[in-house]
């Protein structure tokens, strides 16, 4: 069955960049549209952005568009995601998910049926 771990979480201080990486195994990866998410304490899990599957499209959040890239590598069947300009806000547990949602449901946690076991990411001074 599909699985996905993230790597790369650690504590970073405001304004720092940090890459996180998912790694993807168990089926085809091509065929899979990866999504990052994050929860922070108390808060309700949101989404970070997505890369599609076919055709490589990118989606962001409001507070990710522009700080934020993710990006897709076949070959190694790993989506990763690069964030610059870090700000406390960000502070969260990072997953990755997979699945196959149409375009209008990828930024909806329940278009993804698999999950990994998250990453923390903590921006602090």
């Known amino acids: 069955q599909v699985q996905l771990v993230e790597s790369g979480g650690t504590l970073v201080q405001p304004g720092g960049s940090l890459r996180l990486s998912c790694s993807f195994s168990?089926?085809?990866?091509?065929?899979?549209?990866i999504a990052w998410f994050r929860q922070a304490p108390e808060k309700e899990r949101e989404f970070v952005a997505a890369?599609?599957?076919?055709?490589?499209?990118?989606y962001y959040s409001t507070s990710a568009k522009g700080r934020f890239t993710v990006s897709r590598d076949n070959a190694k069947k790993t989506v990763d995601l690069q964030m610059n300009r870090l700000e406390p806000e960000d502070t969260a547990v990072y997953y990755c998910?997979?699945?196959?949602?149409?375009?209008?449901?990828?930024?909806?946690?329940?278009?993804?049926?698999?999950w990994g076991q998250g990453t923390q990411v903590t921006v602090s001074s």
């Open positions: 998910a997979a699945g196959h949602p149409i375009t209008s449901s990828m930024y909806y946690a329940s278009a993804y049926r698999v």
């Open positions: 168990g089926d085809v990866f091509s065929r899979y549209s």
């Open positions: 890369v599609k599957s076919t055709g490589g499209s990118t």
